[in-house]
């Protein structure tokens, strides 16, 4: 049965207390990994506009950049931003501001700081969706665990 992988006695068997091997997954394990929440306390540095970015130009770091970019060229004024960068090699990501910004852990992640509570744009579900320049975000509570 070519192209077709065939099942055999010697199937994977998972074990039944999973460990996770942080050593093995090369260099960029250490970077997705399979427990949630802070791992050190850090407090994210804040700017002068509403608009906070934490992120890294990585693909999907800069996709934030743009569309702010965009909006900033259309003359949209309240699409100013202050960009901070979140070294995702050395683990920033995990950081207690940064989760408290995005539980997922991942970039990039925007904060409104114009809201009250502040809204919080990440690529984690919003539970609580606002609309801001067409952008889906979410209200921060204060409850990182959701």
Do not use: C
């Amino acid at each position: 049965m070519e192209g077709y992988l065939v099942m055999t006695e010697s199937a994977y068997v998972p074990p039944k207390v999973w460990t996770w091997n942080r050593e093995g997954g090369g260099h960029f394990a250490k970077i997705n990994r399979p427990i949630a929440g802070a791992t050190h306390e850090k407090v994210l540095p804040v700017g002068k506009h509403p608009l906070q970015l934490y992120s890294l130009a990585t693909p999907n770091g800069v996709k934030v950049t743009v569309l702010l970019e965009e909006l900033l060229a259309k003359g949209h004024a309240g699409a100013e931003y202050d960009a901070w960068l979140i070294n995702i090699g050395e683990g920033e990501q995990f950081g207690s501001g940064f989760v408290e910004v995005n539980p997922n852990s991942k970039i990039p992640a925007l904060l409104d700081r114009s809201t009250d509570p502040p809204t919080r744009a990440t690529s984690w579900p919003p539970p609580m969706p606002t609309v801001r320049f067409g952008i889906i975000a979410t209200t921060t509570t204060g409850d990182s665990s959701r």
